[in-house]
C-alpha cells in the first residue's frame, strides 16, 4: 500500500498567519491517464471529513480562496494563507492513483 | 443538493454482524461511485471498499476481503455495507462517500455511523 506521510503532526497557529502542511507519499502519484490523484480533506471535531482540494491544486466548491495546494510527483503541500478560527481541526492528504486508497496520519491545526 | 444521509449507531457483540444504508440524494445515483471509509477512535480514515452505483461494481480492501459486502438498490438511491464477524478492532465511525467525475475523490460524505463491538 502506498503510505502517505504528514508533516507536522500538529500546527499551532496565529488567528491571520500562514500554516503549510507537507504530505509526501512512498511512490509517485501519477496515474497512467495523466492525473495525479492527490487530494486534501479538512475534518472539524465530530465532523465527517470534509474535501479542500483535489488533483493537487483544485478547489472544490465553496472552499475559501485562502485555501491551496501545490506540488507533484510524490511531494504535496496544503497552504492556509491566512487562518482564521473556523479553520481549526485535522488536515488529511489522501491519494487515488494506487489501488487502495490511502490517507496521511494527518495534521492537527489549532489556534495558538 | 448533495446529501448522503445514513443509519443510525450500533452496538454490536463480537461475532456478529452489521448493515450500514447511506441515502443519496441531490444527484444521479447512478453516474457515481459509493465509497465506504471508516475512522478507529483518534485514527486516521481507512478506506474500505467501493460499489459503482451504475452496475453494481464492487471491490474491496484486502484487508477486509471476505467480510465485507457492498449492495446497492438503485430505485432507493441507497448504498448498503455489510461487515461480518465482527471484532473489538471494527469499532470505528463508518462513512459512506460519493466518487466521481471531475474530482476523482470523496466530494461528499455521509454524517457516519458509529459501530461498537463489545461484549
Known amino acids: 500500500d502506498i503510505v502517505m506521510t504528514q508533516t507536522p503532526l500538529s500546527s499551532p497557529v496565529t488567528l491571520g498567519q500562514p500554516a503549510s502542511i507537507s504530505c509526501r507519499s512512498s511512490?509517485?502519484?501519477?496515474?497512467?491517464?495523466?492525473?495525479?490523484?492527490l487530494s486534501w480533506l479538512q475534518q472539524r471535531p465530530g465532523q465527517p471529513p470534509r474535501l479542500l482540494i483535489y488533483k493537487i491544486s483544485n478547489r472544490f466548491s465553496g472552499v475559501p480562496d485562502r485555501f491551496s495546494g501545490s506540488g507533484a510527483g510524490t511531494d504535496f503541500t496544503l497552504r492556509i494563507s491566512r487562518v482564521e478560527a473556523e479553520d481549526v481541526g485535522v488536515y488529511y492528504c489522501t491519494q487515488a492513483t494506487h489501488f487502495p486508497r490511502t490517507f496521511g496520519g494527518g495534521t492537527r491545526v489549532e489556534i495558538k | 443538493q448533495v446529501q448522503l444521509v445514513q443509519s443510525g449507531a450500533a452496538v454490536k457483540e463480537p461475532g456478529a454482524s452489521v448493515m450500514v444504508s447511506c441515502q443519496a440524494s441531490g444527484y444521479t445515483f447512478r453516474n457515481y461511485a459509493i465509497h465506504w471509509v471508516r475512522q478507529a477512535p483518534g485514527q486516521t480514515p481507512e478506506w474500505m471498499a467501493w460499489?459503482?452505483?451504475?452496475?453494481?461494481?464492487?471491490r474491496y480492501s484486502p484487508k477486509l476481503q471476505g467480510r465485507v459486502t457492498l449492495t446497492r438498490d438503485t430505485s432507493a438511491s441507497t448504498a448498503f455495507m455489510d461487515l461480518t464477524s465482527l471484532r473489538s478492532e471494527d469499532t470505528a465511525v463508518y462513512y459512506c462517500?460519493?466518487?466521481?467525475?471531475?474530482?476523482?475523490?470523496?466530494?461528499?460524505w455521509g454524517q457516519g455511523t458509529p459501530v461498537t463491538v463489545s461484549s
Open positions: 511512490q509517485s502519484l501519477v496515474h497512467s491517464d495523466g492525473n495525479t490523484y
Open positions: 462517500a460519493r466518487v466521481g467525475e471531475p474530482t476523482g475523490t470523496f466530494d461528499y
Open positions: 460499489i459503482n452505483g451504475g452496475n453494481g461494481d464492487t
